[in-house]
C-alpha cells in the first residue's frame, strides 16, 4: 500500500477517521435504542396505529408520529422521573434501616433469604421492565439493586467475616462487586434490551478501589500506593482507549479516573523524589515516575485528544530523572539539573515522526518545567536586583550594600538562561512572539544579575550591568515587530533606574554611570530607524539624566540646596534652544525639560529670594520658547511665572500691601485689553483682562486672608463686587469668574469664624443629618439640578 502522504500524516488521518467512525457509531446505537423504545412501548387504548399491530409492521404515518410523541414523553424530565427517584432513594432508605437496625431479630437463616430475595427480585425487575418499555422505572429499580448488593457485602462481613481485615474485605467486596455489575450490565445489553445508563459506570467507580485498598491493608508505604493508583490508572486508560468502547459512561468516567488516579500517583512519586535522603533513595519513586511517563506518552500515542496525558508523563520523566540531583546537590543546582532534563522535551516539537499529541503535550511540560524553574530564578535574583535601593540611605558612602555572594550563587543566571533558550527554539518553532519576549525577559535577568550574584568588584559589576542595559536597548531599537522591542526596552529601563541607584554609593562612579547612560539614551533618541515610542522614550531619559548630571554637580561642588535649580534650569534652556532641531522627539523632550523645571523650582523652595529669581529666569525660558508660533501657549506660562516669582519676592522683602505693586502693572494691563477688546470686539475677556486682573486679585487676596483687620478684606470685596456686577452686565467671563472666586473667599474668610462657632454649639449628630438631609434633597432633584448646570454652563459660555 504506497500512498503519497508521510507515514506520520498517514497515521494522523487514519486516527481522525477512527474517531470520527467510533462517534458514528455512538449515534447509530443510540438511535437504535430510541427505535426499539419507540416499537415496544405500550399503546394507550383506542389509539390505532400505536405500537407494533400483531401480525403486521407498524403504519408508517400515525405510527411514526405518535411513537416519537410517546418516546418524548418517556425521556423527558417530567413528574413521573421525579417520583421514581423519590420512591427508589425512599426504598434505599429502608433497606440500609433494616440492614443496620432490624437485622438482629432475625436469625442466620431469616437474615440470608430476606437479602437473596429482595436482591434478586430488584436485579431482575428491570428485565421485565424494559420489554415493556418502562425505562426510568427499571433505572430506579437497577439502583436499588446495585445498593442491596453493597448491603449484602456489609451483611456478609458483619456476620460471617467480622474477624478478617476490614480494609482487606472492602478491597475484595469492592472487585467482586465491579465484576458483578459489569457482568449484570453486559448480560442485559445481550439479551437485546436497551442497555441500563448505571451498571457499567457503577462498575467503573467500583473498579478503582480494590487495588489501593490492598496495598493499605498491607501497610505499604507512598511509592506502593502509588503503583496501585498508576495500575488502577492503566486499566481505566486501556478501557477509555478501546476501540470499540460504546458507552458514553465507558469513555469518558474512566478517562476522567484516570487522569485524577495517574496525578495521584505522580504526585505521590514526586514527593517521595523530593524528599528522598540520598540519591539511592531517590530510585524507587524513580521507577514509578518513569511508568507514569510511560503510560502518559501511551495514551497520547493512541489518542490525538490526550496531549494532556503527554505532559503529564513529560513532567514526570523530568521529575524521575532530576529528582536525584536534589538528594546531591543544592536547590539551585537542582533545578538547573531538572531543567536540563526538560530541555529534549522542547525540543522534541519539531520531531515530526512523532504524533502531534505527543509532540504537543511534550513540549508543554518542557515550557512549563521551563517557566516554574524561571519563578524560582526570579525569586532568587529579586534581593540582587534590589540592592540598590539601599544606597539612598547613604549616597556616595562607598559601602556598595548587598553585593557580596548569597545561597543561590550561578545556579539562579544559569536556570534564566536556559529558560531563555528553551523559550527561544520554542519561538522559532512556533513563529509566535510570546516565547521571544519570554526568553529576552530571562536572558536580561539571568545576565544583568550574574556579576553581583558571582560577586564581582563594583567596577565589574556596572561594566556588566551596563553592556547587558546597552544591549537591550539596541534592541529596542532594532528589533522588528512591536512585542519584542516593547519587553527589550522595559528592560532597559528597568536596567537603567537599577544601575543608576547602584552608581550613587560612589561621586565617580555616579559621574560615569549616569553620562554614559546618557550619551545612550541620546544616541538613542537619535536614531531615525527606531520606532517612535523609543525615541520618544529615550530623548526623556536623555533630558533626565542630563539634569541629574547637574543636580549632582551642583551637589559635588558644595552649593546649597537652594541654589542647585539654578544651573537645573539650563537643561530646559537648551532643550527650549534647540526646539524644532529636535524633530521627532521634540514633545518628549520638551516635556521631560518641564519636568526639570518643576525639580529647579522644589529646589530653590527653601529659600524665598532664591525661588524668585528661579521662577523668573523659568518664565524667560518659556517666554524665549513662546516666540515660536508652534508654542504661543507658553506665553500664559511665561507670564505665570513672572507674577509667581513677584509675589513671592514681594512677599520675602516682607511687603504687607501688596496693591502698591500689583495696581501699576493691573491698570495699563487692563488698559491695553481695553483697546484690544475695541479693536477685536470677538477676542476673549481671558485674553484682554484676565491677566491684569489676576496680578492685582491674586495677592490682594492672599494678604487679606493673612490680614487680621477689616477693611482690606472690606475694599477687596467691594472691588470684587464690582467686577462680577461688570461682568455680568457686558458678558464678560474673566471679570464674573475671577470676580466672583474671589468674593466667595474673602466671604468664607470672613463667616469662617462664626460658622466655627456655631458649628461647635451645634449637637455632633446634628451636621451629619444635615448632611444627609441635602444629599437627599439632590438626590431627589437630581435631574433638575442637572438640567440647572447645563443651563448655567450655557450661559457662562455664551460669555466672551
Known amino acids: 500500500m504506497n500512498t503519497s502522504l508521510p507515514p506520520a500524516e498517514e497515521l494522523a488521518l487514519i486516527d481522525h477517521e477512527l474517531v470520527r467512525l467510533d462517534a458514528r457509531r455512538l449515534y447509530l446505537l443510540g438511535r437504535r435504542d430510541w427505535l426499539l423504545r419507540l416499537l415496544y412501548s405500550p399503546a394507550p387504548a383506542g389509539a390505532p396505529g400505536w405500537g407494533p399491530a400483531p401480525g403486521r409492521a407498524p403504519a408508517a404515518g400515525t405510527a411514526g408520529i405518535a411513537g416519537a410523541a410517546s418516546a418524548k414523553d418517556a425521556s423527558a424530565p417530567s413528574a413521573q422521573n421525579v417520583l421514581l427517584t423519590l420512591g427508589a432513594v425512599l426504598l434505599a432508605v429502608a433497606a440500609l434501616a433494616f440492614t443496620l437496625v432490624s437485622w438482629g431479630s432475625l436469625g442466620i437463616a431469616g437474615r440470608s433469604a430476606v437479602l437473596a430475595v429482595v436482591t434478586a427480585a430488584a436485579l431482575a425487575a428491570p428485565v421485565l421492565l424494559l420489554r415493556r418499555g418502562l425505562r426510568s422505572t427499571a433505572e430506579s429499580v437497577a439502583a436499588l439493586g446495585l445498593l442491596l448488593t453493597v448491603l449484602d457485602a456489609y451483611a456478609l462481613y458483619a456476620v460471617a467475616a467480622a474477624g478478617l481485615d476490614g480494609t482487606a474485605y472492602a478491597a475484595g467486596a469492592a472487585a467482586s462487586l465491579a465484576a458483578l455489575w459489569a457482568g449484570y450490565g453486559s448480560a442485559l445489553a445481550r439479551r437485546g434490551l436497551p442497555g441500563l445508563r448505571l451498571p457499567l459506570p457503577a462498575a467503573v467507580l467500583a473498579a478503582q478501589l480494590p487495588l489501593p485498598l490492598a496495598v493499605l491493608a498491607a501497610d505499604g508505604g507512598p511509592v506502593a500506593v502509588g503503583w496501585a493508583l498508576l495500575a488502577t490508572a492503566a486499566l481505566d486508560a486501556a478501557l477509555t482507549l478501546r476501540p470499540r468502547s460504546a458507552a458514553v459512561g465507558t469513555r469518558v468516567l474512566p478517562a476522567v479516573l484516570a487522569a485524577l488516579l495517574g496525578s495521584g500517583a505522580l504526585l505521590l512519586g514526586t514527593a517521595a523524589s523530593w524528599s528522598a535522603a540520598s540519591p539511592g533513595g531517590a530510585a524507587a519513586p524513580a521507577a514509578l515516575l518513569l511508568a507514569g511517563a510511560a503510560l502518559g506518552v501511551a495514551a497520547a500515542w493512541r489518542e490525538p485528544r490526550a496531549a494532556a496525558a503527554a505532559a503529564a508523563g513529560g513532567v514526570a520523566w523530568t521529575v524521575a530523572v532530576g529528582g536525584p540531583a536534589l538528594a546531591a546537590l543544592d536547590t539551585g543546582w537542582a533545578v538547573a539539573a531538572h531543567l536540563l532534563v526538560a530541555l529534549p522535551l522542547v525540543a522534541s516539537v519539531r520531531v515530526r515522526a512523532l504524533p502531534a499529541a505527543v509532540r504537543r503535550g511534550s513540549a508543554w511540560a518542557g515550557a512549563g518545567v521551563a517557566a516554574v524553574g524561571a519563578l524560582w530564578a526570579w525569586g532568587a535574583v529579586a534581593s540582587a536586583l534590589a540592592a540598590?535601593?539601599?544606597?539612598?540611605?547613604?549616597?556616595?558612602?562607598?559601602?556598595?550594600?548587598?553585593?557580596?555572594?548569597?545561597?543561590?550563587?550561578?545556579?539562579?543566571?544559569?536556570?534564566?538562561?536556559?529558560?531563555?533558550g528553551a523559550a527561544w527554539w520554542l519561538s522559532r518553532t512556533l513563529s509566535r512572539p510570546e516565547p521571544v519576549v519570554a526568553a529576552v525577559v530571562a536572558a536580561w535577568s539571568g545576565l544583568f544579575a550574574a556579576p553581583v550574584l558571582l560577586g564581582f568588584a563594583p567596577a565589574?559589576?556596572?561594566?556588566?550591568?551596563?553592556?547587558?542595559?546597552?544591549?537591550?536597548g539596541f534592541l529596542a531599537l532594532r528589533s522588528p515587530g512591536r512585542s519584542v522591542p516593547i519587553a527589550a526596552g522595559v528592560c532597559a529601563l528597568g536596567g537603567a533606574v537599577n544601575v543608576s541607584l547602584g552608581a550613587l554609593d560612589g561621586r565617580a562612579a555616579t559621574f560615569a554611570v549616569w553620562g554614559l547612560l546618557g550619551a545612550g539614551c541620546a544616541a538613542g533618541a537619535a536614531y531615525g530607524r527606531a520606532p517612535r515610542w523609543a525615541r520618544s522614550t529615550a530623548a526623556g531619559c536623555a533630558?533626565?539624566?542630563?539634569?541629574?548630571?547637574?543636580?549632582?554637580?551642583?551637589?559635588?561642588?558644595?552649593?546649597?540646596?537652594?541654589?542647585?535649580?539654578?544651573?537645573?534650569?539650563?537643561?530646559?534652556?537648551?532643550?527650549?534652544?534647540?526646539?524644532?532641531r529636535l524633530g521627532p522627539v521634540r514633545v518628549p523632550a520638551e516635556a521631560a525639560a518641564g519636568a526639570a523645571g518643576?525639580?529647579?523650582?522644589?529646589?530653590?523652595?527653601?529659600?524665598?529670594?532664591?525661588l524668585a529669581l528661579v521662577l523668573a529666569l523659568a518664565g524667560v525660558v518659556c517666554a524665549g520658547a513662546a516666540v515660536r508660533p508652534e508654542r504661543r501657549a507658553l506665553g500664559w506660562a511665561a507670564g505665570a511665572l513672572f507674577a509667581a516669582a513677584t509675589w513671592v519676592r514681594l512677599a520675602s522683602d516682607g511687603v504687607t500691601a501688596p496693591e502698591a505693586y500689583t495696581l501699576p502693572v493691573t491698570l495699563p494691563a487692563l488698559a491695553v485689553g481695553f483697546l484690544r477688546r475695541r479693536k477685536d470686539p470677538e477676542a476673549s475677556s481671558w485674553t484682554a483682562y484676565g491677566p491684569g486682573l489676576a496680578a492685582t486679585l491674586l495677592p490682594s487676596l492672599l494678604a487679606a486672608w493673612a490680614d487680621t483687620g477689616w477693611q482690606r478684606p472690606l475694599l477687596l470685596g467691594l472691588a470684587s463686587l464690582a467686577l462680577t456686577l461688570a461682568g455680568a452686565r457686558r458678558g464678560l467671563q474673566a471679570p464674573l469668574l475671577l470676580g466672583g472666586a474671589v468674593l466667595a473667599a474673602v466671604a468664607l474668610h470672613e463667616l469662617a469664624p462664626y460658622v466655627a462657632q456655631v458649628a461647635g454649639a451645634l449637637p455632633r449628630w446634628l451636621p451629619p443629618a444635615l448632611a444627609g438631609l441635602l444629599l437627599l434633597v439632590v438626590g431627589a432633584t437630581y435631574e433638575r439640578r442637572l438640567a440647572d448646570a447645563r443651563r448655567l454652563r450655557e450661559t457662562i459660555g455664551r460669555l466672551r
Open 598 to 610: 518643576v525639580l529647579a523650582v522644589a529646589l530653590a523652595a527653601q529659600r524665598p529670594g532664591t
Open 388 to 420: 540598590p535601593v539601599a544606597v539612598l540611605d547613604e549616597v556616595w558612602s562607598g559601602t556598595t550594600p548587598g553585593w557580596s555572594p548569597y545561597a543561590p550563587g550561578a545556579s539562579a543566571p544559569v536556570v534564566l538562561l536556559l529558560a531563555a
Open 543 to 580: 533630558v533626565g539624566y542630563a539634569a541629574g548630571l547637574v543636580v549632582v554637580a551642583a551637589a559635588a561642588s558644595g552649593l546649597a540646596v537652594a541654589w542647585w535649580g539654578l544651573p537645573v534650569l539650563a537643561v530646559p534652556a537648551a532643550v527650549a534652544a534647540l526646539g524644532p
Open 460 to 472: 565589574a559589576v556596572f561594566a556588566a550591568q551596563l553592556a547587558v542595559t546597552g544591549a537591550a
